[in-house]
């Protein structure tokens, strides 16, 4: 960019069917609070793909209608998901080495179904999907059509040096692949077989989508940053587990989730417990170094003392107690995923007055409005 410039960063967490949801809700009040205009980015992972890549194709479509609501088109992925086999539900599908074709083949036909119309007006934000090349450990970026190395240079001109393009859907199924469960995809930046690449789930070392970011504050050669960051806002679905600091998650007391599977401990170990301090960690530095203003929510933690807004339908669980998967979700306990992320989210932002009472109402009203 010729001309620093002042951007507002937004990370969307992984988790499965549960960051999905509740980073849903999230984007809905920052779009209320008229927070998705300007230079923004928002990055995600792993399950927060899933609504960064329909708020993109939904903001692409403004202009022509009708148009699915992103939430809309969301509880319709995760109440048509077959039930048979729950948090194993792509693997027995694909005999496990298959799953991630059967994952992908699933989304894929969701997605043909879809009413978006238009790619791109120019006016929405930077939506980014972030992945893994699990052979080197390099991070990768999806910016529309293609997955490139996440560096300051392709942050900075959108030019890849080393990519590959790939359709929305196989971008969110390698976003997905979690390690082990997932087989991820293997991918070639040319002609040079050295080039090739196996992308998967960077929930494993980035389950928070801060790590590629932190190319816009970076310096070149000549000392220049990329633009300076007005505000950082982290939408974290990977709770509930302890925070020791309270740097970022400016909440109460932790309510830690005992009744796990195998499989949801193993995700939460890997992708979630350890994460939360280094976040608080970077934050702490970026705001004594760089002034950045960050603003966390996270699952479980950010509305503990509130009134949900939705009451919650008897014999489902509470929204954290959800378990990491991508497996059938009832609409009853999706909604309430997807309200307590924009009930956190409008709580959060109300408190920094980057939103009014009234667009905080209208968040609420909507939200109703859809569950009736």
């Not at 967490?13 to 927070?35: C, D, K, P, T």
Request: net charge neutral.
């Amino acid at each position: 960019y010729p001309v620093p410039r002042e951007f507002r960063l937004i990370s969307l967490s992984g988790g499965g069917y549960r960051a999905a949801l509740f980073n849903a809700g999230s984007l809905r009040a920052l779009h209320s609070a008229e927070l998705l205009f300007g230079y923004v980015i928002v990055n995600s992972v792993s399950g927060g793909s899933l609504p960064t890549i329909l708020w993109r194709k939904y903001l692409a479509s403004l202009y022509d209608v009708p148009v699915d609501w992103p939430e809309t088109s969301l509880l319709d992925l995760v109440t048509r998901t077959p039930k048979l086999g729950g948090q194993l539900n792509w693997q027995l599908r694909g005999a496990w080495f298959g799953a991630t074709k059967a994952w992908l083949a699933f989304l894929e036909q969701w997605w043909g179904g879809l009413d978006y119309r238009r790619d791109r007006t120019g006016d929405e934000p930077q939506f980014l999907i972030e992945a893994l090349d699990y052979h080197s450990g390099e991070l990768w970026l999806y910016d529309c059509d293609i997955f490139a190395q996440a560096t300051r240079d392709f942050i900075k001109t959108r030019l890849p040096f080393m990519h590959c393009r790939v359709s929305e859907m196989k971008a969110v199924a390698i976003a997905t692949a979690f390690p082990l469960a997932f087989q991820g995809v293997s991918i070639s930046g040319g002609k040079d077989p050295t080039n090739a690449s196996r992308l998967q789930d960077a929930g494993l070392i980035d389950n928070v989508a801060m790590m590629p970011l932190l190319q816009i504050i970076r310096h070149d050669s000549a000392g220049k940053s990329l633009g300076n960051v007005a505000q950082w806002i982290v939408s974290d679905a990977g709770k509930p587990l302890p925070v020791t600091s309270p740097q970022l998650y400016t909440v109460g007391p932790t309510r830690v989730v005992n009744k796990l599977g195998i499989l949801d401990k193993i995700f939460r170990l890997t992708g979630d417990l350890a994460q939360p301090h280094m976040v608080n960690l970077i934050a702490g530095i970026l705001a004594d170094y760089a002034r950045i203003n960050f603003i966390g929510i996270a699952i479980g933690l950010s509305i503990e003392d509130d009134e949900p807004w939705l009451p919650i339908a008897e014999g489902n669980a509470a929204p954290a107690g959800m378990a990491t998967m991508l497996g059938f979700v009832p609409r009853e306990l999706a909604l309430n995923v997807m309200v307590e992320g924009a009930q956190s989210m409008c709580k959060a932002l109300l408190g920094r007055r980057l939103m009014t009472a009234r667009q905080q109402q209208e968040v609420r009203e909507f939200f109703i409005a859809l569950a009736s």
